[in-house]
């Protein structure tokens, strides 16, 4: 039984990203608990958790990326095996919540998937959720339980400053990215300019014009995630025809599907900087990617909300 605080509690991991875990679990200082992810010969889900949690203050690591739907079942039957042996808590780390960029309906018939995931964790039994730069901030309003909504900017600020580029300007990619190009912009104390594109079909992007002066300027593209590559790549194509200098490409998540490592590695960038929400096979790693540790971030925000303290001064 692992005593933090005052407070009985216990790491779980399922089997998205269990390297974040253990760091996780390194940071705050306690061991990760055991549980036995197993399947059928049909493919059905099975878990066992091999200790007790009841009246434990429980938290499970597990984003929802690629393969999503067995991540998110995992997740879900988690939650049911929790809440059926007594958790008093059961505390959702969802570094990278999947479905989140069916946030709306686009379209007349469209479903707004992100609400059905957060309408499942709920009827399933979380009591809390902690995300890393939801793609749409409006997601917070989805639920009926307490939800926060990590930011990766300090850290990929603070890499960035490290580099010391001189003359530098921050773009977001779309016109829905400028809040988050702007924080970070303000952090490194740059301007910014803004990518005007449209998406004629999903992971398709067609770049219409550039808003603001990038000629003669290192330019430091930030995005939430990057999927396929196609509009960071066409973004990173426009600003080199438009007269910039180096080009950098910031995101959260590297879903880094289909051909994004090709895309990445034949473009104009110098380097691609991301985190670590989603844990990345070694085909999926190339000599221009970065990826930073969140652990230390999740870590503390875990210790603050064991501890009944806010969590808002780690955004900063």
Excluded at 72 to 94: C, F, H, P, Q, Y
Aim: proline share 4%; hydrophobic share 45%; charged share 20%.
């Amino acid at each position: 039984m692992a005593i933090f605080h005052g407070s009985k509690v216990k790491i779980f991991s399922l089997s998205s990203n269990l390297v974040l875990a253990q760091e996780i679990a390194d940071y705050i200082g306690i061991p990760l608990s055991t549980c036995e992810v197993s399947r059928f010969a049909d493919g059905e889900i099975n878990i066992n958790i091999g200790e007790t949690v009841r009246g434990h203050k429980v938290f499970i690591v597990q984003s929802t990326s690629a393969p999503v739907n067995e991540h998110v079942m995992e997740l879900l039957i988690m939650i049911d095996a929790l809440k059926r042996a007594s958790a008093r808590e059961i505390n959702i780390v969802m570094p990278y919540y999947g479905y989140s960029r069916q946030d709306r309906k686009a379209k007349a018939r469209q479903p707004i998937s992100a609400k059905l995931i957060a309408d499942l964790l709920q009827v399933a039994g979380a009591t809390r959720v902690i995300c890393v730069d939801l793609h749409a901030a409006q997601i917070q309003g989805f639920y009926d339980i307490p939800i926060d909504n990590f930011r990766s900017m300090p850290i990929i600020s603070d890499y960035i400053k490290t580099k010391n580029i001189k003359n530098m300007v921050v773009v977001s990619p779309d016109h829905g990215g400028v809040a988050r190009a702007r924080s970070l912009a303000d952090s490194l104390n740059a301007p910014i300019a803004i990518i005007d594109k449209m998406r004629p079909e999903p992971n398709v992007a067609e770049v219409m014009n550039i808003i603001g002066s990038v000629k003669g300027k290192n330019c430091v593209i930030f995005d939430d995630m990057i999927d396929t590559a196609g509009s960071i790549v066409a973004a990173a194509n426009a600003l080199k025809e438009a007269g910039a200098k180096d080009i950098y490409a910031c995101c959260t998540h590297p879903l880094l599907s289909g051909q994004a490592v090709e895309r990445i590695m034949n473009s104009p960038l110098i380097e691609m900087v991301c985190t670590n929400t989603i844990l990345l096979p070694e085909e999926k790693k190339f000599p221009k990617m970065v990826q930073l540790s969140i652990s230390h971030l999740l870590g503390q925000g875990i210790i603050n909300i064991i501890d009944d303290q806010g969590v808002s001064t780690l955004f900063s």
